[in-house]
């Protein structure tokens, strides 16, 4: 059984159970005792432990497991990022993280689509041109697309984005040769699928602030309440504001005319105080 690729992995506690079982396979009489015992551990149970999360690496036994391995030393720099995208404390460090291993040239070969699926996530302008393609005088022209949207983006961005779009899947083309859309996969790694969604919604949000100024009031429509509710009634909150989500999105697919203008619409619910119970606490 061949040792797994750990470039092909972005958890490394998947990679060290897929690695164990490896080992296991080609030299049976291998334990977890002997594992820890290898790296200097009392405790037998110590592999299994960072396998299913219950501990985390130190940079010390970080460097001692990449060794047992044999991690040759741009396996171990891969090891790395993946015990410090696990083991991030918020999501600006992830982040940080996260774009050091999607610039590399192995990520890109073996994890592009998943680069692809983030980058959808985090750059306002990927679902804005998906929805660009639906208008009559859409131009499969970077240079095009560029000037279309508001604020402007470059011609680097614009076919970056039409890259990735085709590749996802969320582009195809008609029986006329015509781009058009179509229900692509986004496949969001888990280990950073909380820092795609807050890139979006940043992302999303600051189009919301710069819009202010930027937007006729007979382009833009802003909306705001404030008001004290009981804890309990927040599910049935969301549940309206997603029901008042789709709704809107029927009202804009069913309706006769060409679509015209890419629009986003952000519908936000967030505390400005803290409960009962943090001020009691």
């Not at 984005?161 to 229900?183: F, S, T």
């Amino acid at each position: 059984m061949d040792s797994p690729d750990i470039y092909a992995y972005l958890d490394y506690r998947v990679f060290l159970e897929a690695w164990f079982e490896s080992k296991k396979a080609t030299h049976p009489r291998f334990s977890h005792r002997a594992f820890a015992s290898r790296v200097g551990e009392r405790s037998p149970s110590f592999l299994a432990d960072v396998i299913k999360g219950r501990r985390n690496l130190t940079s010390v036994r970080r460097d001692s497991v990449a060794t047992i391995v044999g991690l040759n030393p741009d396996e171990r720099d891969w090891f790395e990022l993946l015990v410090a995208l696990d083991q991030a404390a918020d999501l600006d460090e992830r982040g940080r993280i996260w774009e050091k291993m999607a610039g590399t040239k192995r990520f890109r070969e073996a994890k592009q689509l998943e680069g692809d699926s983030f980058a959808y996530l985090t750059h306002w302008y990927y679902p804005a041109i998906r929805e660009l393609v639906r208008r009559p005088d859409f131009i499969e022209d970077p240079v095009w697309i560029a000037n279309a949207l508001s604020p402007e983006i470059t011609e680097e961005e614009a076919s970056e984005a039409l890259r990735a779009l085709w590749a996802l899947g969320m582009l195809v083309r008609d029986d006329e040769g015509n781009a058009i859309q179509a229900e692509g996969s986004i496949a969001t790694p888990r280990q950073v699928a909380g820092l795609a969604a807050h890139n979006y919604h940043a992302g999303m949000l600051t189009r919301a602030v710069d819009g202010i100024r930027a937007f006729k009031s007979t382009e833009r429509h802003y909306i705001g309440v404030t008001v004290c509710v009981p804890e309990d009634r927040i599910p049935a909150l969301k549940k309206e504001l997603n029901w008042f989500a789709s709704h809107i999105l029927d009202l804009c697919e069913s309706s006769d005319g060409d679509p015209e203008r890419v629009y986003q619409l952000h519908l936000a619910m967030l505390p400005l105080s803290k409960s009962i119970e943090e001020l009691d606490s």
